[in-house]
């Protein structure tokens, strides 16, 4: 897998991080902590753990992606790669980091650097942030750590503080096009479609490709809103009562929806910024003639915060029906 | 892959290299036993990246290869066969282990041995000796004063220098320290390793693998792994160190003391065990009163007392020869108990300088072992 960017790292897009990380090694000027930042699916990961194979290879041109620490890295079997993350996509417990941190303590066992990549940092609870601050201040030799999260805002600052931060932005619509026909072997047109619904996020734009039944979902998702968008309260109740029984399927409608109210206030905003829906376009158009900005942010609101909530252990069905409430009736 | 060894010694290998297994591995691979074939030798080893071990059982092999089968199905599998011969067969297409033993047959799934973390080769050219039942009891006097928690991850280490032809084990947990000392046949010499911090929990279960059949122990130290092996007969035990600095336990030992205290190991021990039932309620806090005679012709003694608001109390006197003041100081009655476990000799020599001071447990007649238990505070009972 080729890169526009200088080196050569089986990553899409994010060239000047790619090459901020390639010229530390390069220089063996690593930090001992980086925090990578950005929109969720635009490859924060997939950026981390090839960062742990360019420490960690073996071969000629790293990461050459052919020798042993390569392979079982890419394969997250790797002995001295430790990739950390919240169980069923919940918390990340303090457990966790002192597990972690036993890991860590010892000497690398087949290659020269440990490595711990923490996701989705902004799911750690506060107890376990604060248990990692003091590795993140003192780490032992040999080791280096990587924090993937949303944002450093929602942080606390003594996290931030200790690490180099490395902000992403979601890839142009062109690149994951690019990268959708060249590595993934779409047509032209499957390309264009999925790399304008993706916004830029890579990762969503090849778990679609990879499994055709994202997009369906993703269109019944927007039927679903649009229709009861037009319901009374009573059909709205209804329809929130039959989504409550399926709480993963909720989370990944309720993002969906959340990018077509985004594209909603563009759109009533005047805003020249490319919509992500745009196979929806009449619809949002209509809707933000219908509802205004100020409704429609109103909406974009509250659907993160359903989502945010969901997280949080709340009664589904409820936290539905109050949303269903903050969606102007039209 | 295609091997025939005996039931017995494919269980008392499964059963050696299990100690490295752990219940919830890190890595899914890490479940597994790795079998591989080598001259007229089956290697099993099994790793849990901190622990490693490889044992070696005769075989007959007949077509060599390497496979990873998940430890504990294999294990449940072994124990139900007969002491008989087992044929085992390896499919590397669907990579399955085909089992045969007494006209019962089984197939194991497995997983790539390529895929296994490696476990380097055991040098025993560069090794220093060390008799095998005298670094069983070292490991025994030393590592259970490693600490548990890993707060501090080096304290959860045991400190191991060679200096000359001496070597000196130590560990601490920030309330006691214990070191041993033991001087080998040989001189390190100019192979002097740095002093590495091995954990505790690796050396306690390398005491129980060594048995009456190892001679010694080769310790060896692959170069710029940050690992320590140990040779044993038919068994290598692979340790990752730990890094950072072990603290400077020297200055912790006290250099004098102005109360020494003679005493039959058992009697203190039986002593202990009675006032720990009722320490156990205050945190394992027990009195230890020390009170010389002041008549050659009767002995003094030594009080161990342990007292639980609720339940009661329990005193023991022991009759001890006491040289000095007298003086009476509490330790937590565990740590007393745990060390005089360990201490084979007769008697033991309990030396103290007053109720704030670090008391000092050695065996009578021996200065390579020393045991420095933190008294507890008395004040606010």
């Given at each position: 897998m080729?890169?526009s ?19 530390a090694?390069?220089h ?23 960062f ?24 997250n ?27 860590l ?9 440990r ?13 376990a942030?604060?248990a ?22 929602t ?7 200790r ?45 679609a ?19 009861l968008?037009?319901?009374k ?37 005047g ?34 915060n359903?989502?945010g909530?969901?997280g ?12 269903m ?6 | 892959?295609?091997?025939?060894v005996?039931?017995e ?103 790539d ?19 095998g ?18 707060n ?5 280490g ?53 048995s009456?059949?190892?001679e ?27 890094e ?23 009697e ?5 065990r ?5 320490a ?35 005193e023991?006197p022991?009759d ?7 003086v ?7 740590y ?24 000092i ?21």
């Open positions: 080729a890169n960017g200088t080196a050569s790292w089986p990553v899409i897009g994010h060239e000047w991080a790619i090459s901020h990380l390639e010229r090694i390069r063996d000027r690593m930090r001992h902590a980086y925090l990578i930042t950005g929109p969720d699916q635009i490859g924060k990961t997939t950026l981390a753990r090839t742990a194979s360019a420490l960690n290879c073996t071969g000629d041109s790293p990461p050459c992606g052919e020798c042993r620490a390569c392979k079982l890295i890419a394969k079997s790797h002995p001295d790669v430790t990739i950390v993350e919240g169980e069923n996509s919940g918390t990340l417990k303090i457990e966790q980091v002192r597990t972690l941190q036993q890991t303590a010892l000497r690398p066992y087949e290659v020269h650097y490595v711990a990549i923490l996701r989705q940092f902004h799911n750690a609870n506060p107890a942030a604060n990692l601050l003091k590795t993140l201040e003192e780490p032992p030799s040999r080791v280096v750590l990587i924090l993937t999260a949303r944002s450093s805002d942080l606390l600052p003594t996290i931030v503080s690490c180099q931060p490395i902000h992403l932005r979601p890839l142009p619509i062109e690149t994951v096009r690019e990268a959708l026909e060249w590595h993934w072997n779409a047509d032209q047109v499957q390309a264009k479609t999925l790399a304008q619904l993706s916004g830029g996020r890579i990762g969503w734009a090849i778990r490709i990879e499994n055709p039944g994202e997009l369906e979902q993703r269109d019944e998702a927007l039927d679903v809103l649009e229709k968008l037009l319901g309260r009573l059909d709205r109740f209804a329809i929130a009562e039959k989504l409550a029984t399926d709480k993963p399927a909720l989370i990944t409608l309720l993002e969906v929806w959340m990018s077509y109210w985004r594209d909603v206030t563009l759109v009533a905003n805003s020249r910024a490319p919509i992500t829906n745009y196979d929806r376009l009449a619809g949002i158009q209509d809707l933000a003639k219908l509802a205004g900005a100020e409704r429609a942010e109103h909406a974009l609101h509250a659907t993160g359903t989502l909530s969901l949080r252990n709340v009664n589904t069905r409820l936290a539905l029906e109050v949303l409430l903050d969606y102007p009736a039209l | 892959m295609r091997v025939s005996l039931q010694n494919l269980q008392k290998g499964l059963n050696i290299a299990s100690r490295a297994v752990k219940s919830r591995p890190t890595l899914p691979i890490l479940a597994n036993v790795m079998l591989s074939t080598e001259d007229a030798r089956l290697q099993i080893s099994a790793t849990n990246l901190e622990l490693g071990i490889s044992a070696w059982i005769g075989a007959k092999i007949d077509e060599d290869g390497a496979i990873t089968v998940p430890l504990r199905t294999f294990l449940d599998l072994v124990n139900t066969l007969p002491s008989e011969r087992i044929d085992m067969d390896l499919d590397i297409r669907t990579l399955t282990l085909h089992l045969t033993c007494a006209g019962k047959t089984a197939n194991i799934k497995g997983m041995a390529t895929e296994f973390p490696l476990i380097p080769e055991f040098d025993p050219t560069r090794a220093i000796a060390v008799p039942l005298v670094f069983k009891e070292m490991i025994d006097q030393v590592a259970f004063a490693a600490a548990s928690d890993d501090r991850p080096t304290l959860a045991v400190l191991a220098r060679f200096e000359g032809d001496l070597l000196t084990l130590a560990a601490a947990d920030g309330y006691r320290l214990s070191v041993r000392t033991t001087e080998l046949e040989f001189s390190v010499g100019d192979r002097e390793p740095d002093p590495m911090i091995i954990p505790g929990r690796t050396l306690q279960e390398l005491s129980k693998i060594i009456d059949e190892d010694e122990v080769l310790i060896s130290l692959p170069d710029g792994r940050g690992q320590v092996m140990f040779g044993l007969k038919n068994v290598v035990v692979v340790s990752q160190l730990i950072g600095k072990f603290p400077d336990y020297e200055a912790i030992i006290p250099r004098h003391c102005e109360t020494t205290t003679l005493v039959y190991t058992d203190l021990l039986a002593a202990c009675s006032s720990e039932v009722f156990k309620d205050s945190a394992n806090t027990a009195r230890v009163l020390i009170e010389p005679s002041g008549n050659t012709n009767i002995p003094g003694r030594i009080l161990i007392a342990g007292r639980s608001q609720e339940k009661g109390d329990a023991a022991v001890a020869s006491v040289n000095g003041n007298a009476e100081i509490a330790f937590n009655i565990r007393l108990i745990e060390v005089l476990n360990v201490i084979k000799e007769d008697q033991v020599v309990l030396e103290t300088s007053g109720a704030t001071a670090p008391g447990v050695r065996p009578n007649g021996r200065d390579d072992f020393i045991h420095v238990i933190m008294p507890m505070s008395t004040t606010n009972r």
